[in-house]
């Protein structure tokens, strides 16, 4: 078998194959259980290889790229168009192989273990974090059920929850209610105490890498953004633009544009949901200090907070601070506030 371009469709236990040949005839379709697929690619010739961006894909890429072969990660939207009929996992591998040859087609840089590592710090934070919104929400209202109504805010939960060990609190709880709420507690601490050594592990990594460092000095990102987009975004090229990179984020408007006419709706929120949400929360922070700020971005926020809503002003900030984050990863540089004209 002359096989040139090979697509695998990734999945649990069974992969499915499909090979062509440089005429584009099909000369391998065939299915190989998870502990067969390396050692049957490795007896083949290099060639060039297509899978889906999914669940254990960078994984499988750099396995494979290790034999000798081009490994290219497509995103799974832009390999639906070529499935011709029914889905299946014939089709599914059919359909990449063919969608991997096209030259127009936008593949996804494969990550390192390292940049693995990090993001999977990140994704374990955030349900860490979830998991504490829940504990916080859980004793609020089971304290409300006993007439105890409790201010907004994580800290004045924390404070109520401390004086439950105290008998002499002032509370009206039955012993079992007091029982289950300091069940709650302890877990909430244990939760504090995980997301404060995943920080710390971050903040490590942080400050041996140097695209994590350079993207700390722009405004309103911090160390979390910093790391997230440094570990996203191995290879800035892949994007030509700021604003493609932004539009990747799912930080522009859809277009649903026809005949010459633009036609502009909401922001797409398409692309890394995490990414994106830290850099609204921290363009929400540029937007609360505009008026003490001397910069041109300064001026530029509070001009357009004269004339656009805030939560707007917000997501044109997260969009402008994509874009410089992705100038500043392309050519290696540090942020440089310009000065008020």
């Known amino acids: 078998m002359e096989i040139t ?11 499915q194959l499909h090979g062509v040949d440089d005429r584009g005839t099909v000369v391998l379709q065939k299915k190989l259980r998870r502990g067969a697929v390396l050692d049957f690619l490795g007896k ?9 961006a999914c669940a254990s894909s960078h994984y499988w890429a750099r396995e494979i790229a290790a034999l000798g072969h081009d490994v290219r990660l497509i995103p799974p939207a832009y390999v639906k168009p070529y499935v011709k009929r ?24 494969v990550k390192t273990h390292d940049q693995q590592a990090v993001l999977m710090l990140h994704r374990s934070r955030d ?27 994580p800290r ?27 069940s709650l507690a302890a877990q909430l601490e244990t939760l504090a105490e995980e997301i404060v050594k995943i920080e710390r592990q971050l903040m490590a990594w942080h400050r041996q890498n140097q695209a994590s460092q350079r993207l700390e000095t722009i405004p309103g990102v911090g160390i979390l953004t910093a790391t997230a987009i440094a570990a996203s975004v191995p290879d800035p090229t892949v ?15 859809r277009q649903n544009s026809s005949g010459g006419k ?9 692309g890394n949901g995490y990414l994106r949400r830290l850099l609204v929360v921290g ?59």
């Open 127 to 153: 349900l860490l974090m979830r998991q504490r919104t829940m504990i916080l929400n859980a004793i609020r209202a089971h304290l409300a059920e006993f007439g105890t109504i409790t201010a907004q805010g």
């Open 86 to 109: 029914q889905k299946n996992d014939a089709a599914d591998a059919e359909a990449i192989c063919e969608a991997v040859t096209r030259p127009n087609m936008r593949f996804v840089p």
């Open 5 to 15: 371009t090979l697509g695998i469709d990734l999945a649990k236990s069974v992969f």
């Open 283 to 341: 363009a929400t922070s540029v937007t609360r200090r505009a008026g003490t700020t001397d910069t041109r971005t300064g001026a530029w926020v509070r001009s357009l907070l004269e004339r656009k809503p805030t939560r707007l002003v917000t997501v044109a900030i997260a969009n402008k601070t994509a874009r410089t984050a992705w100038a500043l990863l392309a050519k290696e540089e540090n942020y440089k506030a310009a000065p008020a004209i």
């Open 239 to 253: 994007f030509k633009s700021g604003r493609q990179f932004a539009a990747w984020l799912g930080l522009v408007p």
């Open 262 to 270: 633009d036609r502009l709706g909401r922001v797409s929120k398409m």
């Open 156 to 182: 004045k939960v924390v404070e109520l929850v401390r004086r439950l060990s105290d008998p002499d609190d002032g509370l009206d709880l039955p012993a079992l209610a007091r029982s289950a709420l300091l």
């Open 44 to 52: 083949l010739e290099p060639c060039l290889i297509g899978m889906e």
